[in-house]
């Protein structure tokens, strides 16, 4: 019999040579059969069987190199920078806010304070929906989630003592994110900061709102001419900032599994440059501005590879199916965060052991920036202990675990390159099943995605019930011991202070402007125009969230979806 040493002449394998070690490979298998399994199925979250050992022979032939290569070479499956890490770590961005503008102004000079290098507003439920906070539908809701902003007031007091010109800003909101941008750099440009020097990433993905989270507002097509609105105003004005940061985060949130979050999450990303291309926009003015934002769950090595695979077969479409020739416009870019839905309110310590798994997996897989969660949200808003130690967990592995070293660390794993393979055909034959329904937008209204991902929770949590899914102190490894950590809690007298400011913005701003801007707005709405400049006027003019947004729900209307399963 051959030895494995003889099939391993060259860096190919030769189809004789292969023969050979897929025989080496089914006699150990035999062998190892003949022991005990601890588990009668071994598999990824997305369901992809495990074999119990890897070798060249489950790689593609083309897989060794040429759908790999150098990092910082196309297609980018080890990286879109040749030096990795070595030259510059990822953005350490704790999504932070809660509350009013001044406490989260001070969350926020708290991590900075503490080595955090870019910011990320969470914003409240109505400042998401677009409601003031003196709304009646959004009474009791207010700064539970995130930090209420309902004008250029709450902007001004939220960055307060912040250079915005020497800081990143993440903002994570879509139905009214033009608004809260406006908002933005109105604010920049009253403080005389050009807005050219502002860097930073809105979110702005409206479609993952339909698929997966329901914040939506408008129907599709209006709201997709808002985000692209904002992409043609910073392609124009904004060299710096990324208008959208096509989301995966929430889909799997929702329940999708790893293919379905890339899956989904990509072809939404085609849907947006699309838009683009159609309004006369040049691909690579455009697309070097994208970014992406995904979810890491537990499973590190599906985690890892969903991350290569995603960069590999971002720079393909739109090399070959986009015609961008700028390598910039290949680059798929991405900031991560640990997974919400992974976190426990049984055992919360046992979350800081989930969360570092998961950014090591964030690391390994060459993200841009990150923000891990604290252990304490399962069970509210991070105090701000919590939040330092989830912090210290970006810092330890940047400093202290080697990783960040050399670049691509996993890559040449058989394991790894034959699951970022798998992973990457399971993908595009999701791509088919969109096309084969006319698209993102009519598969959406169809329900396709949300069926999907309905059936993927439904598995997950079936697995888990049945204990085919460990998850540690929930079905497995209980304690009765009672949960006693310090909760961060929301005071609910900030409500009336927020009410407060915003009676008092309104009798003190110009009226009769505030109108003129809103009348301005509706009548652009109403046309073809690209929106920002009216939402920055409306904005300066201390216009409300909720009167900006009332007069695009009078234009526009409201969504309401017609599927159901």
Known sequence: MASINSCFQSDVLSTNNKQQLENLVHDWQLNSDSFSQRKSKYKTLSQINVNPLYTPTDLADSIAWNDNGFPGEYPFTRGIHPNGYRSRLWTMRMFAGYGLPEETNERFKFLLNNGQTGLSVAFDMPTLYGYDTDDQRASGEFGKCGVAVSSLSDMETLFEGIELDKITTSMTINSPAAIIWAMYIALAETRGIPIAKLGGTLQNDILKEYIAQNEYIFPPEPSMRLVTDTIEFATKHMPLWNPISVSGYHIREAGANAVQELAFTLADGFEYIQHCIDRGLDIDSFAPRFSHFFNVHNNLFEEVAKFRAARRIWAKELKNTYGALNERSQWLRFHAQTSGVALTA??????????????????????????????????????????????????????????????????????????????????????????????VIPALKQGFFQQEIAESAFLYQTEEDKKEQILVGVNQYQSEEPVNIPILRVDTAGEAQQISNLNHIRSTRDNTLVQSKLNELRNNAKGSSNLMPSLIEASKAYATLGEMMGVLREVFGEYQPSWNF
């Not at 919590?386 to 967990?393: D, E, H, P, V």
Request: hydrophobic content about 35%; overall charge negative.
């Open 346 to 439: 049984q055992q919360p310590e046992n979350n800081v052991i989930r969360v570092t798994i998961q950014a090591l997996a964030a690391v390994l897989g060459g993200c841009q920036s990150l923000h891990t969660n604290a252990k304490d949200e399962a069970l509210a808003l991070p105090s701000a202990d919590a939040a330092l130690q989830a912090l210290r967990t970006q810092q330890i592995i940047a400093s202290e675990s080697g990783i960040t070293d050399t670049v691509d660390p996993l890559g040449g794993s058989y394991y790894l390159e034959s699951l970022t393979d798998q992973i990457e055909s399971e993908v595009y034959q999701y791509f088919t099943q969109i096309d084969s329904l006319g698209g």
